[in-house]
């Protein structure tokens, strides 16, 4: 059984890294969501006048990994006190925002949110948004990472410390952390 979660935390890229590295995730697609332009390309949601976020789609095992679990290394695992920006990255389609599927799942988030919070000196500004068409991102952003991430020096400076926030913080969750 397979459910799905979509999110938005900034860079897909940098999202969709550390959530190939958690127990229970089967897939992870990058993609966008939430605005207002049929099929949007990249060089579009880059402009951000679209409304859309860089999200990623997750598909996971409930009895391997529960959505509150999933959902507290989302928080965990990004700078939910920004406000449409992650660290360089600026602009409403790099913001944080959980589309839910269904009321269970909205309910899910606004607990999700609310732990955060408690862990949190500065507000949390995720928001809950209707969920809307799902656009996959190109081929190319797809497992960017394990593809080209490596030789991209902003991947390089993003996502190691991600990852090892993941791999110290939830290291019962982490494929590298059990395997190592």
């Not at 990058?30 to 099929?39: A, M, Q, R, T, V």
Request: glycine share 8%; hydrophobic share 35%; proline share 6%.
């Amino acid at each position: 059984m397979t459910d799905h979660v979509i999110l938005a935390g900034g860079c897909f890229w940098c999202t969709e890294a550390v959530f190939k590295d958690v127990i229970g995730v089967e897939t992870v697609e990058s993609g966008y969501i939430g605005g207002h332009l049929p099929d949007p390309t990249y060089k579009q949601i880059c402009g951000g006048d679209t409304g859309h976020a860089e999200a990623i789609r997750i598909g996971y095992n409930p009895e391997q990994l529960s959505l509150d679990d999933l959902l507290d290394i989302h928080f965990a695992t990004h700078d939910a006190t920004q406000l449409n920006r992650q660290g360089n990255d600026v602009g409403t389609q790099y913001r944080s925002a959980m589309f839910p599927a269904d009321d269970a799942q909205e309910t899910a988030f606004r607990a999700a949110i609310d732990r955060a919070q408690a862990s949190s000196d500065k507000p949390i500004v995720t928001t809950i948004e209707p969920m809307a068409t799902w656009y996959p991102a190109e081929g190319y952003h797809q497992d960017y990472w394990e593809t080209s991430g490596r030789q991209n020096p902003y991947c390089m400076a993003v996502i190691p410390p991600k990852l090892a926030k993941l791999r110290k913080s939830f290291a019962e969750r982490s494929k590298a952390a059990v395997s190592a």
